[in-house]
């Protein structure tokens, strides 16, 4: 067997963010996919848990870093995921200058290591870039309804940014870029208090305790499964797509229905609550995936059921550990 210099033929993939939840899922992904995969990350929202199971892989490698900061990285590259990035409103909100720091001076400098690489860059935006939306479903040529300078606006104009350096960089300096736009995504090592509310409500209902809804739960969100979204990712990043791509899964529901359907899927007998809704809290939310189902032949194969069973046995390990 060849060693890793020596198979010229072998693809390199650094993951920015990649010990997160998605990042860490991606990392699996491209090891899968024959890759060798540098994953980059700082830890502030991540685990080194997240990827323990690759540690000891010699087509995996760990570099505990700041991506702010000018990042050097030996040898060549064929693609950057920028996934590094706070992503859940109570991490953002807790570290707001990190954030717009990592969606502005953290993507200029992995764009600027793409162009030093030759490599392909994928951006990681968000759903969040459309605001609380004055259009439904969101299509990717809706500019958005953003307060930017709301609390939530450091994630949103970090990530609107962000995609104006990409586009920057693509028209610039000719580097090839691909954009996603994810849509509220859930599966295993997501962190029990990371305040989003699909590990909050499970939490809540398998210790049974209040599930808390913001406002009156009518604001509607659109869950997709993280292999799903993993899916759409790798097809992404093979395609000749510059444009951003929505990825989610349209099937809606609010966020009062959603606390039902977990205490039904837990057996809880937990009680639903109504607390203040966050400021700027978006009402509506559901992608149009035609431009992913044309372009990448893509939609989603988990519907909510089906993949919300197959995230309980994490998140009851999680409880059982009060992790
Ligand atoms: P996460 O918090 O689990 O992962 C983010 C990772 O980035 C963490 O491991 C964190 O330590 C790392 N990081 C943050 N700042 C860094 C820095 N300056 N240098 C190096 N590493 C840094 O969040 P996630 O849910 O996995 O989200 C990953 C990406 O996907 C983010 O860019 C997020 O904006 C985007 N996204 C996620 C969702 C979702 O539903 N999970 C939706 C839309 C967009
Ligand atoms: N939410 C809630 N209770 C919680 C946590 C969240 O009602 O304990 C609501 C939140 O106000 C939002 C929706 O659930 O309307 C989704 O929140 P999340 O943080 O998961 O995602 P985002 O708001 O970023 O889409």
Redesign the pocket.
């Known amino acids: 067997m060849s060693t890793l210099n020596e198979d010229q033929n072998m693809k390199r993939v650094l993951i920015?963010?990649?010990?997160?939840?998605?990042?860490s899922h991606l990392c699996d992904r491209y090891i899968k996919e024959g890759y060798e995969v540098i994953c980059?990350?700082?830890?502030?929202?991540?685990?080194s848990d997240n990827i323990a199971h690759l540690v000891g892989n010699d087509r995996f490698s760990f570099v505990n870093?700041?991506?702010?900061n000018y990042i050097h990285v030996s040898g060549d590259l064929d693609l950057i995921l920028h996934?590094?990035?706070?992503?859940?409103p109570i991490?953002y909100l807790e570290m707001p200058i990190?954030t717009l720091?990592?969606g502005s001076l953290?993507t200029h400098k992995a764009l600027g290591l793409a162009k030093a690489k030759n490599a392909r860059f994928l951006l990681?935006?968000?759903?969040?870039v459309y605001g609380d939306p004055l259009t439904h479903p969101q299509k990717e040529n809706y500019w958005g309804n953003v307060n930017p300078i709301g609390h939530r606006g450091v994630?949103d104009e970090a990530?609107r940014f962000a995609e104006a350096m990409t586009m920057a960089y693509h028209r610039y300096h000719g580097i090839e870029t691909r954009i996603v736009r994810?849509?509220?995504?859930?599966g295993s090592r997501?962190?029990l208090h990371?305040g989003r509310a699909l590990p909050t409500f499970m939490r809540q209902a398998l210790t049974g305790n209040s599930i808390t809804v913001y406002g009156d739960g009518s604001q509607t969100r659109s869950f997709i499964y993280v292999d799903d979204l993993v899916e759409g990712i790798w097809r992404l990043s093979q395609s000749e797509f510059v444009e951003p791509v929505n990825l989610g899964n349209p099937q809606e529901i609010s966020i009062l229905e959603f606390a039902k359907e977990i205490i039904d899927l837990t057996n809880s007998n937990s009680e639903i609550v109504f607390e203040e809704l966050p400021k700027d809290d978006p009402q509506i939310r559901q992608p149009d995936i035609s431009r992913a189902r044309e372009v990448l032949g893509w939609e989603p194969k988990y519907d909510r059921k089906e993949g919300l069973s197959k995230t309980l046995d994490y998140f009851k390990k999680k409880v059982l550990a009060n992790d």
């Open positions: 920015t963010g990649g010990a997160g939840f998605l990042g980059m990350d700082n830890l502030i929202t991540g685990d870093y700041d991506v702010t996934f590094a990035s706070p992503a859940s991490d990190q720091k990592v953290g990681a935006s968000t759903s969040e994630y990530k994810i849509f509220n995504t859930y997501m962190r990371d």
